[in-house]
């Protein structure tokens, strides 16, 4: 039987936000909405055809609200926790991690996920 769920995209806004040192640092929360608002208005490049994309925040970017075209979910603890449990809830559907974090990466492949860089979403 074919999936034809849409994909869903696990954005770790951690890692892509902290990928390029563009002063990220001094407003965690601000850079994360800044990460879901070029999601929200770009998609995933090079992806046709409709997407899923879930932005995980955790620490001081919690708090972030969704805005159409992206769900945000605010990890209660560690984020790559939460994001390896948004894997394995997938229900079977084709699911695209995008992270550098290479434990994160592996846990994750091993659900069955594939991953990609933050080159993927970022400019």
Do not use: F, K, Q, Y
């Amino acid at each position: 039987m074919e999936n034809s769920a849409a994909p869903l995209v696990i954005v770790d806004a951690a890692n892509v936000v902290g990928s390029v040192p563009d002063g990220w640092w001094r407003d965690r929360r601000g850079a994360a909405e800044r990460l879901r608002d070029r999601l929200a208005a770009d998609g995933l490049p090079g992806r046709s055809g409709p997407v899923e994309i879930v932005l995980v925040v955790e620490g001081a970017a919690r708090g972030v609200e969704p805005v159409p075209g992206v769900r945000v979910e605010s990890a209660p603890g560690s984020g790559d926790d939460h994001m390896v449990s948004l894997v394995a809830g997938a229900g079977g559907r084709p699911v695209l991690v995008v992270t550098a974090d290479r434990e994160l990466r592996r846990r994750v492949t091993a659900l069955g996920a594939t991953v990609a860089g933050p080159r993927t979403v970022r400019p």
